[in-house]
């Protein structure tokens, strides 16, 4: 199983970005997709995440109402919309796939890891 994880870069607070992750090795509408992310010094934290069919979604509280996930299942593609972005968003922001159709909060609910992305949002 191989995740991508592309759309990040630098953006002013205040803006918007969109990150997608791309899917191969199994069946992508088989399973729960999340986004994590991490800065220096930090653990990777919860982010958003979506179950199989993208019929429930679940979100940080850091993130409620500024962050959308999303996902094409005939595209295996799971997308986050970031907007007002803030200068505390700024992290390496992984997708993870879960290991059944579920969605999690934690990382023990996911079993393959894409490689990361920045997102740096300026002040």
């Known amino acids: 199983v191989q995740l991508q994880a592309f759309g990040g870069g630098l953006v002013q607070a205040g803006g918007s970005l969109r990150l997608h992750c791309a899917a191969s090795?199994?069946?992508?509408?088989?399973?729960?997709m999340g986004w994590f992310r991490q800065t220096p010094g930090k653990e990777r934290e919860f982010v958003a995440a979506?179950?199989?069919?993208?019929?429930?979604?679940f979100y940080a509280g850091s993130v409620k109402g500024r962050f959308t996930i999303s996902r094409d299942n005939a595209k295996n593609t799971v997308y986050l919309q970031m907007n007002s972005l803030k200068p505390e968003d700024t992290a390496v922001y992984y997708c993870?796939?879960?290991?059944?159709?579920?969605?999690?909060?934690?990382?023990?609910?996911?079993?393959?890891w894409g490689q990361g992305t920045q997102v740096t949002v300026s002040s």
């Open positions: 993870a796939t879960a290991g059944n159709s579920y969605y999690y909060t934690t990382e023990r609910g996911y079993d393959y």
């Open positions: 979506i179950n199989w069919s993208g019929g429930k979604t």
């Open positions: 090795g199994r069946t992508f509408s088989n399973y729960g």
